[in-house]
């Protein structure tokens, strides 16, 4: 099916292991995303990509790693996780062909550190 | 200060209401503005896209853009239960004078929830 997958959908975890999220998507989108949604707090973007091996940091970027060796996967690395880091955690894509294209949004991955 | 300010409510309405979210900004830069709806344990997907100041309708819902106020609303006519997620508001820079690779990057608000109850 054509869209955007993460997975997977539901993570539990210790503090200090290293956690994977996986993010895939089948439009060829240049540009993929990683946000973090918390109450009170919103989305806030971790990081971006905007073509396979061009990465940026976005607003809170501390602790992760992203890696982007394919257009279509942008895999979310917490090298040693944390408490603070127990998110809800969203994958996008965006066609920037389009001055009008959306974020495409994964349903999420629902990360637990304990 | 955040760059963009959103009551998070929550917000609870009758069937039938007419519901209104709103958000202020302080960044005179963005030009595109956007609402994103959220159905529980689910992604965000677009809801209304405007570009500038004024008004875009679409069916029950309309998005108005005041740039001179930097405020934006989302008003919802005849609420339906059906309604009831988590309504985000976002918005960016032109892509002229963001350039390199800030193309795409939104700014959110903190998101709304809405109940619209039988």
């Known amino acids: 099916d054509a869209g955007i997958t993460q997975s997977p959908r539901y993570k539990i975890t210790e503090t200090g292991r290293q956690v994977t999220l996986m993010c895939h998507q089948t439009?060829?989108?240049?540009?993929m995303f990683w946000y973090r949604q918390d109450l009170g707090h919103g989305l806030r973007l971790i990081y971006y990509s905007a073509a396979a091996d061009i990465t940026d940091k976005g607003e809170v970027p501390d602790g992760y790693v992203v890696s982007r060796s394919k257009t279509e996967n942008f895999p979310l690395t917490l090298e040693s996780a944390t408490r603070s880091q127990t998110s809800v955690y969203f994958c996008a894509s965006f066609n920037r062909e389009s001055y009008n294209s959306p974020l495409h949004f994964g349903n999420g991955t629902r990360l637990t550190v304990t | 200060q955040k760059e963009v300010e959103q009551d998070p409510g929550p917000l609870s309405v009758p069937e039938g209401a007419i519901v209104s979210l709103n958000c202020t900004y302080s960044?005179?830069?963005?030009?595109?503005f956007m609402w994103y709806r959220q159905y529980s344990r689910k992604g965000p997907e677009l809801l209304m896209y405007?570009?500038?100041?004024g008004n875009k309708e679409d069916g029950r819902f309309t998005a108005q853009v005041d740039k001179s106020s930097k405020y934006i609303s989302l008003f919802i006519r005849d609420s339906q239960p059906s309604d009831s997620a988590t309504y985000l508001c976002?918005?960016?820079?032109?892509?002229?004078?963001?350039?390199?690779?800030?193309?795409?990057?939104?700014?959110f608000g903190q998101g709304t929830i809405l109940t619209v109850h039988p």
């Open positions: 405007t570009y500038s100041s």
């Open positions: 960044n005179s830069a963005f030009q595109y």
């Open positions: 976002a918005m960016r820079d032109s892509f002229a004078n963001a350039g390199g690779t800030s193309y795409g990057k939104l700014t």
């Open positions: 439009w060829s989108h240049s540009y």
